[in-house]
């Protein structure tokens, strides 16, 4: 699954290559599962429109949009699994699995390509906006960070997992703060102390800085805007790694389950 980087780096990539374009003509695929608002209502919303900008929201692309008479709207992608937003000149065929294809003023099309329709497609209108479930983490602030724990009894692992609380971060970067940071995933996050929550936040925004720095990690089907695979991985210092050396004290890095989902740490390193 894409996560955080990954759909900043496509956001980036996309934006840098339709920002300003007139939206002329609009296909969908009409597969139920993909669009979360009706194609119609997408088709309606988005032929004519004028793409002001392209950027993430938690582990959302929204699209923001300049309708007829000046109407603001917003067009979110989730990639899901294996979502993939490209852009394209018409002459290249279309993949399969195509579900959404936005032809611009310029003759280029964005396209929404999804094997496996996890992925979800909706407009919104009106002037609020999309804002996202939680707390964004690449911007908060160490004493905001610090109280979005307090109270909180759920594992931090958990709690960093917990798109409500901060939205974007997902099952790479949660570990790989947490070791960088030394603190166990199973810790209660409510009985965190000031100094451990700061090392969290520090390394957290900074798993997430280098990945976004080197066009994110994701080991998953993962296209960039462009169409190229590829991605530089970074080099993951727990995740994926149960059973082998840590790469600091060398110790056998351990595997747990937290909140449903795989944790690799350090009993060494992490406390
Ligand atoms: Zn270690």
Redesign the pocket.
Known sequence: MPELPEVETVANGVNARVRGRRIEQVWTSGKPQTFKSSPAKIAGTLTGARIERVRRVGKTIVMDLRGAEDRPAQFLVHLGMTGRLLVAQPEIPWPTHTHAVLSLSDGREVRFVDPRRFGRLSVLTGPSGYQGPGTEPTTVLAEEFAQLFKGRRLAIKAALLNQSILHGVGNIYADESL?RAGIRPRRQAGRLSREQLARLHAALQEVLAEAIRLGGSSVSDYVDADGVRGFFQLQHKVYSRAGQ???????V?KKITVGGRTTVY?????Q
């Open positions: 070791f050396p840590c790469r600091e004290c060398a110790a890095l350090c009993p060494r390193c992490q």
